[in-house]
Structure formats: C-alpha cells, structure tokens
C-alpha cells in the first residue's frame, strides 16, 4: 500500500515446521529432541557434567536448529548433504 509519505509493508510468517507434535497453542519437540535434551539434563543431574556446560550445550543446539536454513533440494529438506553431491 503506497501513500504519500507513508508506505506500509505486510509479510506474513511462514507456517511452523511439522518436525514435532502440535497440542493447541503449545508445540511439543519430536521425539528425538525429547530424548536429547532429557539425555542431557539426566546427565546434569547425576553430575556427569555440571548444569551450566549442560545449559549451555542445550542452548547452543536450539540455536544451532532454530537459526539453520531450510532447503528443499536433493536432501529432502534436512539441510543435510550426502558425500556423493
């Protein structure tokens, strides 16, 4: 929409990734990332590795999947590509 002076720009977010189960508002992570992220506050917990090195691998692993762009060629969309490309 253009007026004089003003112009205003509407985008509209892509839809959420399916990689997980959806209840409502609230999205559940797939039960891989379940398992991970469970697996690494077991480990905090029985003091295998301390709760802030544990903090900082979890943080650092959503950031890592939540910051990487999503691509839809040879690799089906995992961003992932096989020795042979």
Aim: avoid cysteine.
């Amino acid at each position: 929409m253009r007026l004089p002076y003003v112009t205003a720009r509407l985008e509209v977010a892509p839809p959420p990734r399916t990689d997980g189960v959806r209840i409502g508002p609230l999205a559940l992570p797939s039960a891989k990332r379940t398992a991970y992220y469970a697996g690494l506050g077991a480990l905090a917990a029985i003091e295998i590795i301390e709760w802030p090195i544990a903090a900082a691998i979890a943080a650092g692993t959503y950031v890592s999947q939540h910051n990487r762009p999503v691509s839809a060629g040879r690799d089906g969309g995992t961003g992932h590509r096989s020795p042979s490309a």
